[in-house]
């Protein structure tokens, strides 16, 4: 996008967003006429704190410069979801810096576990913003147990999916351990400075430290690349060989959330689904609301 389009992009965006607003939404009085739908250029510029003339010049599409501190205050006073602050920040030409404040519940939707449950036997299942499993399908439990490790309360991270990869011996022994551990270290380090005000994070790296030596050791790498989609080969211990092409999908309501799917070969969807014609009912499907104190 070129500098004129991407600042008139920018100045459509600002107008779209302060027409979809009423006064009381954001706290403002009501007037009984207005002209146009929504907020006054003035009322925008005064929720965030500015200059009505520099605002008006952002929704002209003039070549002002906003920085970061500005963008955030226009977030806020927009009401911007998290995806749309990111919008923002893009269309202004700003790196997008890490959200100071995290969300206190994730909640999968009835809709989003019913994608997960057509998928089967195809193995699905969902992550949160701090690699927690959400939700998971039939054929996932079967290939990942997570039911079975969440029932386990020996420790606070069942749940967490970089708990399970590190200090679990069964997932330790199998085939290219390391190079999906680094890799999914990567991506959880880069998970991890988005939220550099959550003690969660510093509480759950600090006791993986002490319980997993691989862990203390590549930690301090600092490695933010990931090479998780693609091929892989799992060695199930009843199932045998399984192979799969690994894509990771993202809600655009809700970017922290994750959908890992694996879509099986010929060979492995026969046997995933003479798997699951053998369990009892949809029991092993999963879903829960996790709501974190803060």
């Known amino acids: 996008m070129q500098e004129r389009e991407r600042r008139q992009a920018l100045a459509d965006f600002l107008r ?24 006054r250029r003035e009322e925008v510029a005064q929720l965030a704190n500015m200059g009505t003339s520099w605002y008006i010049w952002l929704e002209q599409g003039r070549a002002v410069h906003p920085s970061a501190s500005v963008l955030e205050s226009l977030a806020q006073a927009l009401r911007l979801t998290p995806n749309e602050r990111r919008h923002l920040f ?14 206190t519940e994730e909640v999968v939707s009835p809709a989003l576990q019913q994608v997960l449950d057509d998928l089967n036997p195809s193995p699905a299942y969902i992550l949160g913003r701090r690699y927690d499993y959400l939700a998971w399908n039939q054929a996932a439990d079967g290939l990942f ?18 708990w399970r990869l590190f200090t679990n011996p069964t997932t330790q022994g199998r085939p290219h351990w390391e190079m999906v551990a680094r890799a999914t270290l990567a991506e959880f380090r880069t998970a991890s400075a988005r939220y550099p005000d959550d003690p969660w994070f510093e509480e759950l790296i600090e006791d993986l430290k002490q319980a997993s030596p691989n862990f203390c050791r590549w930690w301090p790498h600092h490695d933010v690349r990931s090479l998780l989609d693609g091929h892989k080969v799992i060695q199930h211990p009843t199932l045998g060989t399984l192979e799969f092409e690994e894509f ?13 799917i694996y ?17 009892p009912g949809s029991e092993r499907n999963g879903k829960a609301s996790i709501r974190y104190p803060g």
């Open 16 to 39: 779209q967003c302060r027409a979809r607003l009423t006064p009381g939404e954001v706290g403002l009085p009501s007037r009984l006429r207005r002209r146009t739908p929504g907020l």
């Open 90 to 103: 893009l269309l202004a030409g700003q790196p997008l810096p890490p959200l100071t404040v995290a969300p």
């Open 145 to 162: 147990s997570i039911a079975d490790s969440i029932s386990d309360t020996a420790s606070p991270y069942t749940r967490n999916l970089i």
């Open 248 to 260: 990771t999908l993202q809600v655009l309501t809700n970017p922290d959330i994750r959908i890992m």
């Open 263 to 279: 879509i099986p070969d010929a060979v492995t969807r026969a046997t995933l689904q003479i798997f699951l014609a053998a369990l």
